[in-house]
């Protein structure tokens, strides 16, 4: 199973540069489950003053899930552990809300809709494709259930439920 979910990320993801001809960056993970259904997709674009996030989801559970980058470009099924924690490249705790956070990957929740559908829109502040696309690329993860905004190391919003690998040319 990890190897098709694997299989489907690489084949369908994709990745643009240069939108608009002023040296903007983005990229695309192409979300999953752990079975390979394909459930949204996330972009992430440089902006001035971080990297603009933007999830798509379709086909997920209603209610609100936790959405963070995580500091792996890896998402092996069933679990999505590989992709590691959210990305924190200046060790602050964990949620929007906490006085010591937030990691750099730490964003709103994803609230989807009783049709399965949900967006979310949000800029990381101070966020560079530099730290995205380390030597081990990042994940775009969704979790189980909300993200209190709160607790050290991921809010307490449960199991990984869908996974991209960020992607860009």
């Known amino acids: ?41 996330a972009t992430a674009t440089q902006m001035g003053d971080g990297i603009q996030l933007m999830v798509e989801g379709r086909n997920m559970p209603p209610g609100a899930h936790g959405a963070h980058v995580h500091t792996v470009g890896r998402c092996d099924a069933p679990t999505f552990e590989s992709a590691g924690g959210h990305w924190n490249p200046t060790t602050r705790k964990h949620g929007l809300e906490n006085p010591a956070g937030p990691h750099a990957g730490d964003a709103p929740n ?34 189980a259930g909300p993200d209190d905004m709160m607790t050290d190391p991921s809010g307490n919003s449960g199991g990984r439920i869908a996974c991209g690998i960020f992607r860009r040319a």
């Open 1 to 41: 199973m990890a190897t098709t979910a694997v299989g489907a990320l690489m084949l369908g993801a994709c990745a643009m540069t240069g939108a608009g001809g002023g040296g903007d960056q983005s990229a695309v993970a192409d979300l999953i489950t752990a079975n390979g259904q394909s459930v949204g997709r």
């Open 110 to 143: 994803l609230d989807v809709a009783s049709d399965g559908s949900g967006t979310l829109t949000y800029t990381l502040p101070g966020g560079t494709f530099d730290g995205l696309f380390d030597a081990d690329g990042s994940a775009m993860m969704i979790h």
